[in-house]
């Protein structure tokens, strides 16, 4: 498109998919990490791998907690893992803009949890346990496990 076709487009709506062009993903998160000094991961085959390393084939059942997602691009790739690998995703982010990236894959995907708090803060994941959501998730010891 040329320049005015480009400066005519309207800003990219959130919604479950995440932009693949590079110059969509900077219009759409332009401000992103001057605001937050935080750097997400953009391209899809490096979220892929990421959540193949971190929930490898054989893993089942898993809860996973992802703090500071950005707009969701490895939230994305470990939902589109197997389904029994993950039994529940905590995505916790705390910055508008993002969050609307993230809460539409809570409406489409039971499995995933989004909270609007600061996972820098430990009184996030006091919420988490007094809320129940690390019920499911075994107490093992110190010298255990």
């Known amino acids: 498109p040329s320049k005015q076709q480009q400066q005519q487009q309207p800003e990219l709506e959130p919604k479950f998919d995440l932009p693949d062009d590079p110059d969509v993903w900077i219009k759409a998160f332009k401000v992103a990490v001057a605001v937050n000094h935080r750097v997400s991961i953009r391209d899809r085959?490096?979220?892929?791998k990421i959540a193949?390393?971190?929930?490898?084939?054989?893993?089942?059942?898993?809860?996973?907690?992802?703090?500071?997602?950005?707009?969701?691009?490895?939230?994305?790739?470990?939902?589109e893992l197997p389904k029994n690998r993950i039994k529940k995703l905590i995505v916790v982010?705390?910055?508008?803009?993002?969050?609307?990236?993230?809460?539409?894959?809570?409406?489409?995907?039971?499995?995933?949890?989004?909270?609007?708090?600061?996972?820098?803060?430990?009184?996030?994941?006091?919420?988490?346990?007094?809320?129940?959501?690390?019920?499911?998730?075994?107490?093992?010891?110190?010298?255990?496990?």
């Open 45 to 48: 085959r490096t979220a892929e």
């Open 52 to 79: 193949n390393t971190i929930v490898p084939e054989g893993s089942e059942g898993q809860t996973l907690i992802e703090a500071y997602p950005g707009p969701g691009r490895l939230t994305r790739a470990l939902l």
């Open 93 to 145: 982010e705390n910055w508008g803009p993002y969050l609307q990236w993230l809460t539409p894959l809570q409406e489409a995907d039971p499995r995933v949890e989004v909270l609007e708090m600061d996972p820098f803060n430990w009184a996030t994941y006091s919420h988490l346990s007094e809320h129940g959501m690390l019920d499911d998730i075994p107490t093992l010891g110190w010298n255990e496990g």
